[in-house]
């Protein structure tokens, strides 16, 4: 519960909330191995590692993190040892090993009084299969069930289609888009000098914005960014970049595609890395620089669209 909600705050501030892909990238782990760890439903506890490591990521409160390493610490003392001590043999029987039943001593071999219940029931091995069968299914279907912390923060914020991005056109953003679509064109928009509100809402304001701009550039002002507009209003992004705008798009698109980077504004040397990082990922001259075909990418790489 203490995970989910440093996950559910994590977005204070007026900062991005970080996408469980790039959480699990930076701390190692697969992703489903992730959501269980922050759904408080599932029976599975984080080490101490991740708990740290979730904490400095999701900036969670420091007098939390006490707490927490504490309630890792006991889930882990709490898991039952698999040694069991050695069992003493009882007169005229040989010395066996812990977690055996004792077997008399003798030419016949058979096994004593002591042997385990299950030995003794022909039924005993088909029923725990059959029971542990049925766990497993039952189990897995509520998992099914359970949305992760992330997934119903989503759903809340708008109608999500569960369609990613796909292929390596430009993308079509379009009044009604929510989050990343309309965060990129705002940002990109103030880069190139509208003064529009970047509250990742693709409304009335950011659409005349657009038109505006396409005019200006000899395009038919339709409001919407695509194929002709995308070109046109990104900027290359590189140590002499001086629009900060630009260059938090791109740190945002590239934390939001997996590649964990701060948003600053400036484009530094872990920027830099960044970009390399994922452009070698896409088969990307591995350049450093925030040009045409790394900016297609980026937009290529993000969830799935969210319209309202």
Request: proline share 7%; aromatic share 6%.
């Amino acid at each position: 519960m203490l995970l989910r909600m440093w996950g559910a705050s994590s977005a204070r501030d007026g900062r991005e909330k970080p996408t469980q892909q790039s959480l699990a990238k930076r701390l190692g782990v697969d992703q489903t191995t992730l959501s269980r760890y922050l759904n408080p439903a599932h029976a599975s506890n984080a080490p101490r590692r991740i708990v740290e490591q979730l904490h400095s990521a999701l900036r969670a409160p420091a007098d939390d993190l006490v707490r927490a390493c504490a309630l890792a610490e006991a889930a882990a003392g709490a898991a039952p040892s698999r040694k069991r001590p050695a069992v003493t043999a009882a007169p005229g029987t040989a010395s066996v090993p812990a977690g055996t039943a004792s077997v008399p001593a003798g030419p016949t071999g058979r096994r004593g009084a002591t042997a385990r219940w299950w030995d003794r029931s022909p039924v005993a091995y088909p029923t725990l299969a059959i029971a542990s069968l049925l766990l497993l299914v039952l189990g897995g279907f509520v998992w099914w069930l359970a949305p992760t912390a992330w997934q119903s923060d989503a759903k809340a914020t708008a109608n999500v289609s569960d369609r990613p991005s796909q292929g390596t056109d430009w993308p079509l953003a379009r009044k009604g888009d929510v989050l990343w679509k309309a965060r990129t064109v705002q940002l990109l928009l103030r880069a190139n000098g509208f003064g529009v509100k970047v509250d990742a809402d693709y409304g009335p304001a950011t659409a005349e914005a657009v038109k505006q701009f396409q005019s200006a550039h000899g395009l038919t002002p339709d409001g919407k960014v695509g194929k002709d507009t995308w070109p046109l209003l990104v900027i290359t992004v590189d140590s002499r970049t001086t629009k900060p705008d630009a260059v938090t798009a791109v740190q945002y698109l590239l934390h939001h595609a997996g590649v964990p980077t701060d948003s600053t504004g400036t484009y530094t040397l872990s920027t830099m890395r960044s970009l390399k990082e994922f452009q070698e990922s896409r088969n990307l001259p591995a350049t450093g620089t925030g040009d045409e075909g790394t900016w297609r990418a980026l937009l290529n790489a993000q969830g799935p669209d969210q319209h309202e």
